[in-house]
């Protein structure tokens, strides 16, 4: 018996491999942190490798986070600095999603930064073919400066309560407290989420929406 997540996965592929593109289809999953971005992700990637012959690249913007000494127009620690510096946007464009559209070059980066934003990071780089599908999680996706470069925009839904809850249980681990988490959630992160939701609207402009609150049972609700 199919299980409503492998329901949900296969749909998200069949909606990826059915347009004929003459260049790599981008596929980027947006959602608020802990929101299970990464994890549909990979499986996505996982039930497309299993589903076609096509090369499928697997991308975490993450690794495209702009070094901590240039996010100096906001106080550091701010949501202002977590929406608007947290991530190089251009180098997600210009090394990433140009490469692989419309007459791009087809040779694209996987990370110039590591996790920590402190040490960059040269990848080299890559080339991709023609019918190449990239699969690319991350935050903010849907920023003007990127929104149209991707070819299907999936925005993975949960209650502001769930990443509080979700991301206080799983950053509890390398920070000093499972309080001191929650106080990074309620100050940072969700705050400068909400940044977001408010000038862009992800869920409205997003191609897929998935309501993720059951990891379980996830529904795609448009």
């Known amino acids: 018996m199919t299980t409503p997540r492998q329901q949900v996965l296969d749909e998200l592929a069949r909606r990826v491999l059915a ?18 971005k990464t994890t549909l992700a990979d499986e996505l990637a996982a039930v497309l490798r299993g589903s076609t ?27 202002e600095s977590y929406y608007f510096e947290m991530f190089d946007v251009d180098a997600i464009r210009d090394e990433l999603l140009v490469p692989l559209g419309p007459g791009g070059s087809r040779r694209y980066r996987t990370q110039i930064m590591d996790l920590s934003g402190r040490t960059p990071v040269d990848s080299g780089v890559h080339v991709a073919p023609d019918d190449a599908i990239l699969v690319a999680d991350g935050g ?22 769930d990443v509080l809850h979700r ?56």
């Open 53 to 79: 012959t096509r090369p499928v690249l697997r991308v975490a913007v993450d690794h495209f986070k702009r070094h901590v000494d240039r996010r100096t127009q906001y106080p550091p620690g701010s949501p």
């Open 140 to 161: 903010f996706l849907q920023k003007p400066a990127l929104f149209r470069h991707w070819d299907l925009r999936v925005y993975v839904h949960i209650e502001v309560a």
């Open 19 to 36: 347009p004929r593109l003459d260049h790599p289809a981008r596929v980027g999953i947006d959602g608020h942190s802990a929101a299970g």
């Open 167 to 222: 991301g206080t249980a799983r950053d509890q681990a390398w920070m000093a407290s499972a309080e001191a988490a929650a106080e990074r959630y309620r100050t940072y992160y969700i705050p400068g989420e909400e940044l977001y939701l408010a000038e862009v609207r992800p869920a409205g402009r997003a191609d897929i929406v998935i309501d993720n609150r059951n990891f379980d049972a996830p529904r795609i609700v448009r």
